[in-house]
Each structure stands twice: as C-alpha cells, then as structure tokens.
C-alpha cells in the first residue's frame, strides 16, 4: 500500500514538475509552482550543486522529468480511452494493463539513460545522494499530506 502512496504521489510530483518545466501555456498554479521549486531546491542543496553543475544538470532532470511525464501520460490515456468505452474488449483491456504495467520499465530505462548524463556532471557521491534526495522530498511531501 505504501509504495502505492508513494509511486502516485511521485507521480503526482512529476506531474506538476513537468508541467512547469514545459511551460505548458497555461496558468501555473501556486500548488505546481511551489512544488517545482521545492524539488529542485532540495536536489540543489542535499547534493551541493555548484553553480556550473546547475547549470548543467538541471535541464537534463527537467528533460529526464518530461520524458517520464510523456511515459505515464500515454498510459494514462489509453487507460482513460478503455475506461470510457461502453464495451471494452479483452484486447482492449490487455492493451491498457500492458501500458500501465510497462511505465515503469520504461521510466526504468530513461533514468538509466540518464544516469549516464549524469555520471558526467555529477560525482559518485552526488549520483547517490540524488536518489536519497528524491526520498526524502517524497517522504516530506508525504509527512505533509497526513498532518492536513
């Protein structure tokens, strides 16, 4: 049950991260904007990014952010298609449950990639302490979301 809390509530975090960082056109909601500058804030200071690190790395995490988005948005859709079908058929279904069941290779296989660019502009130690960061944000976020 928890890692299902967790996998929507990042979900729901690179949902609005991602909207901000494509400047989606439309009004930025404050809720977006401050989650946006919360992670990457916190990104910036647990691994103690220096200028030109941001520099670098910042746009690659937004970009690695916005394919993740794309993966889990598609997925989404054909799901909401099916559920808004008056008959699905079984492949239709299938073909849902497989996309759903396949975001997180896929997600998997971009931060791999990633990971790569990363390596490049970030030490070991900051390559570690990226994770523990994106934890730690998700566990904040959920403290939060249990004392409203």
């Given at each position: 049950?928890?890692?299902?809390?967790?996998?929507?509530?990042?979900?729901?975090?690179?949902?609005?991260?991602?909207?901000?960082?494509?400047?989606?056109?439309?009004?930025?909601?404050?809720?977006?904007?401050?989650?946006?500058?919360?992670?990457?804030?916190?990104?910036?200071?647990?691994?103690?990014?220096?200028?030109?690190?941001?520099?670098?790395?910042?746009?690659?995490?937004?970009?690695?952010?916005?394919?993740?988005?794309?993966?889990?948005?598609?997925?989404?859709?054909?799901?909401?298609?099916?559920?808004?079908?008056?008959?699905?058929?079984?492949?239709?279904?299938?073909?849902?449950?497989?996309?759903?069941?396949r975001t997180r290779i896929q997600e998997g296989e971009i931060e791999a990639?990633?990971?790569?660019?990363?390596?490049?502009?970030?030490?070991?130690?900051q390559l570690f302490q990226l994770k523990q960061a994106e934890m730690k944000?998700?566990?904040?976020?959920?403290?939060?979301?249990?004392?409203?």
């Amino acid at each position: 049950m928890m890692k299902r809390i967790v996998s929507i509530l990042i979900l729901t975090l690179t949902i609005a991260t991602t909207a901000l960082a494509q400047g989606s056109g439309g009004s930025r909601t404050r809720f977006a904007t401050d989650m946006y500058q919360a992670k990457h804030e916190m990104i910036i200071e647990e691994l103690g990014l220096t200028q030109t690190q941001q520099r670098q790395f910042m746009p690659l995490y937004e970009q690695m952010e916005r394919e993740i988005y794309q993966v889990n948005r598609n997925a989404r859709a054909l799901a909401n298609e099916v559920e808004k079908k008056k008959n699905p058929t079984d492949k239709d279904y299938e073909a849902a449950a497989s996309a759903l069941s396949r975001t997180r290779i896929q997600e998997g296989e971009i931060e791999a990639k990633y990971f790569e660019k990363f390596s490049k502009i970030l030490s070991k130690k900051q390559l570690f302490q990226l994770k523990q960061a994106e934890m730690k944000f998700t566990r904040e976020m959920l403290s939060k979301k249990k004392k409203k």
